[in-house]
């Protein structure tokens, strides 16, 4: 043709190449600059729809990991790529858990198709054997296998040999039986059968609180057997709480479902008699401070708590003025006893001084003499001088002084003037 040539698709575009294009018939004209025409159909494809089919195989036992899917690919382009959200690669998977699984696959085109898959696995093969009848009779128990889920018909296969569910007349021993369902899941069972178990009693006592108080307790517990027990006491009583019991020795017997009975013994006991004495010491010098009081417990259940008259919680109290004190000494049960005790005043320290003065002014032959009465010996003597015995000598006319302890700290002051004697001469 003459240029330039022009272009009209079926689309309505004019460009000589169209893009973009789904599947169907597409025409184009070509025309040239002289008004010749051409025309041309061509007609897009598209591949098959890529379809994906998966099929699961469940799991014979529940908890097992024999599981597989297959897959099946249709459409698309081959090769086909595949990506199972395990991390997998194969067209098919086996050695699966229970468990939704999910597959992508890729065709050459880079077109997708995804599918899941669920692995099913049968109920949990579950087993209980229930016994029936009087453990305590040895004529026989019955034991019967209960069966839950996994995939019936089940087989029973005992230790005995027998293949019913319910096995009859079983003595003492131990007895086992297994259980297989459709899918050869199996599941076992091990019984113990005691013609005559033991029937264990124990007793939780609480012994009497104080001397003679009689509030002693007892309740027996028992195991073993078959429950409810009855209990019946020496005292008649037929409970397995008893109360308001005094020191002795108590017996249960105590008497399961079926007849068999177990029996227990118990002391109630008591503490010895709670005592209490006070002792004291009588206040020091003026009678204001230093007086002690002691108590002193027996007996009862220790530790021991003490309440005083004026506020003290020890067993000691000190620093104590004349007059009465009281205490309560309380026991850990709270038995109590009250005890008082009389504070006192110790002998008053008291001191004078018999003087000789000087005979003549400016001479130093007087004396000193301490008189001491009251207190507590030892005495520990000062005087002004220095020196520290009863008397002193060599003295001269002026002020003394003499300071007394006695052996409980108390002090006393004694003051004293030596005066010359005036004379008009001396010779």
């Not at 004495?277 to 007996?299: F, K, P, R, W, Y």
Request: charged residues 10%; negative net charge.
């Amino acid at each position: 043709g003459v240029a330039p040539l022009s272009y009209l698709w079926s689309t309505g575009e004019t460009s000589p190449e169209i893009t973009g294009l789904t599947a169907g018939s597409y025409t184009v004209v070509v025309t040239d600059a002289a008004g010749c025409t051409l025309s041309e159909t061509v007609v897009i494809a598209q591949p098959p729809l890529l379809t994906l089919f998966l099929q699961p195989t469940d799991l014979d036992c529940a908890g097992d990991s024999d599981g597989a899917i297959s897959s099946t690919v249709n459409g698309g382009t081959p090769p086909y790529s595949y990506l199972w959200d395990t991390g997998d690669t194969d067209p098919n998977l086996s050695g699966l858990t229970a468990g939704i699984y999910a597959l992508t696959v890729t065709d050459a085109n880079g077109c997708t198709v995804e599918g899941s898959a669920l692995v099913d696995q049968p109920p949990s093969l579950q087993l209980e054997v229930q016994l029936q009848g009087n453990v305590c009779d040895p004529a026989g128990v019955t034991a019967a296998a209960i069966v839950n889920g996994g995939t019936p018909p089940y087989d029973y296969l005992w230790s005995t040999g027998d293949h019913s569910a319910t096995l009859t007349g079983l003595f003492d021993g131990v007895y086992s039986v297994t259980v297989t369902d459709a899918n050869d899941c199996t599941v076992s069972e091990t019984i113990v059968i005691d013609p005559a178990p033991v029937i264990v009693v124990s007793i939780q006592s609480t012994d009497i609180s104080c001397f003679g108080a009689g509030d002693g307790s007892a309740t027996a517990s028992a195991s073993g057997g078959t429950a409810p027990y009855d209990y019946v006491w020496n005292t008649g009583e037929m409970t397995a709480a008893i109360a308001g019991l005094e020191a002795g020795m108590y017996t249960v017997t105590a008497t399961d479902a079926n007849g068999c009975f177990g029996i227990a013994t118990v002391t109630i006991g008591e503490p010895a008699a709670l005592t209490l004495e006070v002792s004291s010491t009588d206040a020091s010098c003026d009678g204001s401070i230093g007086g002690t009081a002691t108590a002193a417990v027996g007996g009862g259940t220790p530790p021991y708590s003490y309440a005083w008259s004026n506020g003290g919680s020890s067993a000691t109290i000190t620093g104590l003025s004349p007059g009465l004190y009281t205490v309560t000494a309380t026991d850990a049960n709270g038995c109590f006893l009250t005890a008082s005790a009389e504070i006192g005043i110790n002998n008053t320290l008291e001191a004078s001084v018999e003087i000789l003065n000087p005979p003549c002014a400016g001479s130093a032959n007087g004396a000193a003499l301490a008189v001491i009465t009251g207190g507590t010996p030892p005495y520990d003597l000062m005087w002004s001088t220095g020196d520290t015995g009863m008397q002193v000598d060599g003295l001269s006319a002026g002020n003394y002084s003499l300071l007394v302890e006695d052996a409980l700290g108390c002090q006393v002051v004694v003051e004293f003037d030596l005066i010359a004697v005036e004379t008009p001469t001396c010779s």
